[in-house]
Structure formats: structure tokens, C-alpha cells
């Protein structure tokens, strides 16, 4: 089982420019979340999707878009990026919703927008 | 809403320290409390949780208790090891704002040899 997995590691962009990030389960969970991680805030919630089919927006979901594809995908989208989305993102999924049951976490997309 | 804060990082301690991280919460109703460790460049592994009051989570010699009358939940290790340098997130489920975790800022622990 490889877990979560994310792509890419690493990437840089240039305002305005999009782009998709891209996470994947094999665990078979119901829920899944994209958090960003800035120094000094921990993590914040972006956007999540309780079960196939549903998502919902976190705390900071301005700028985003995401999709979740079938079970396994859960895809978070920068329509334009902004300096301000430089961050490290981290994709999680759980069996059930927050707290029912544990996330799991990918090693996370750095992302630098010049 | 809710809340979690976690003592100021980074801590320094040296190898077979006592460790104590301090982390207070504010929340209506009765969410479940998390401890995650974040290794460098890795991703969040859950460590601990206790899902009511006075229960003790405990996991590789760390442990926290769920003390509702000071909402607290300090993570203790009694002697840390070189390989417990990471950054510690204390985490509540929040029921008031669908399930979601809510995280403190992190606190980075560096163990010297």
C-alpha cells in the first residue's frame, strides 16, 4: 500500500499562471482534504470532500477549486496562481469524517509562486 | 470558534530530557484531541488522541491526558531521542464546524546528542 500519495514534490509557478495538484488514496476512504501549511499557522483546511460525490470549502478556500474524481482522487486546482498560495500542501483521507476516524497524510507539494 | 494553541517552538533539549509541549484548547461541546508528529520533509503521522475526558492517549513513550476542566492536553515524553526531532501539531475535531481538525501552529522539538 503506498498510502496517499501527491504530485508533484516541488514546483514553482509564475503569477497568474494555473495549475493542478494532483492526490490519490488506496486505502478505499470515504473522506478526503487538502490543508495548506505556512509558518507559524499550522495547518489550514482548504477544501474537503466527506464522501464520492461532495465537497465543501475549509477555512481558506479562496483561489481554489477542487474535484474529486472517483474515491481514490481528490485534485486541487490554482485557477491564477498568487504569491500569497505559496505554501506546502498536504492531501489526507480517512475512513470516515473528521475525528470518527484517523487521517492520513501525503508528503506534500511545496509550492513557490514567484 | 474553536481553537487550538500550542506552546512557542522551537525546543532544545538534550538527549534523555523530560519533554513537556502545552496545548490548551477552546471548544463548545466535546471534540476528540489529536497529537501529530511531522518528521522532516515528511507528511503528518497521527501519534496520539484521546476522544473524552481524563483519557489517556499514549504512543513510542509519548503521552497525553485530556483534562476538560483546564482544556489542556500537554504531550509528555519522559527521556526524548535524537530520532524525536520534528514538529509536534496538537489537533481538536470540531463537531461545531462539521468534523474538520483544527491544528495549533506546530512546535518544533530539536533533541542533541
Known amino acids: 500500500n503506498a498510502g496517499v500519495t501527491q504530485t508533484p514534490k516541488f514546483q514553482v509557478l509564475k503569477t497568474g499562471q494555473s495549475m493542478t495538484l494532483q492526490c490519490a488514496q488506496d486505502?478505499?476512504?470515504?473522506?478526503m482534504y487538502w490543508y495548506r501549511q505556512d509558518p507559524g499557522m499550522g495547518l489550514r483546511l482548504i477544501y474537503y470532500?466527506?464522501?464520492?460525490?461532495?465537497?465543501d470549502k475549509g477555512e481558506v478556500p479562496n483561489g481554489y477549486n477542487v474535484s474529486r474524481l472517483n474515491k481514490r482522487e481528490f485534485s486541487l486546482r490554482l485557477e491564477s496562481a498568487a504569491p500569497s498560495q505559496t505554501s506546502v500542501y498536504f492531501c489526507?483521507?480517512?475512513?470516515f469524517g473528521a475525528g470518527r476516524s484517523t487521517q492520513y497524510f501525503g508528503p506534500g507539494t511545496r509550492l513557490l509562486v514567484l | 470558534g474553536d481553537s487550538v494553541t500550542q506552546m512557542e517552538g522551537p525546543v532544545t533539549l538534550s538527549e534523555e530530557a523530560f519533554l513537556t509541549i502545552n496545548c490548551t484548547y477552546t471548544?463548545?461541546?466535546?471534540?476528540?484531541l489529536f497529537w501529530y508528529v511531522q518528521y522532516p520533509g515528511e507528511g503528518l503521522q497521527l501519534l496520539l488522541k484521546?476522544?473524552?475526558?481524563?483519557d489517556k492517549g499514549s504512543n513510542k513513550g509519548f503521552e497525553a491526558t485530556y483534562r476538560k476542566e483546564t482544556t489542556s492536553f500537554h504531550l509528555e515524553k519522559g527521556s526524548v531521542q535524537v530520532s524525536d526531532s520534528a514538529v509536534y501539531f496538537c489537533?481538536?475535531?470540531?463537531?461545531?464546524?462539521?468534523?474538520?481538525?483544527?491544528f495549533g501552529q506546530g512546535t518544533e522539538l530539536s533533541v542533541k546528542p
Open positions: 486505502m478505499n476512504h470515504n473522506s
Open positions: 471548544a463548545t461541546g466535546y471534540p476528540s
Open positions: 470532500s466527506a464522501s464520492e460525490g461532495t465537497t
Open positions: 489526507a483521507s480517512s475512513e
Open positions: 489537533a481538536l475535531d470540531s463537531y461545531n464546524q462539521g468534523g474538520k481538525l483544527i
Open positions: 484521546a476522544t473524552k475526558a481524563d
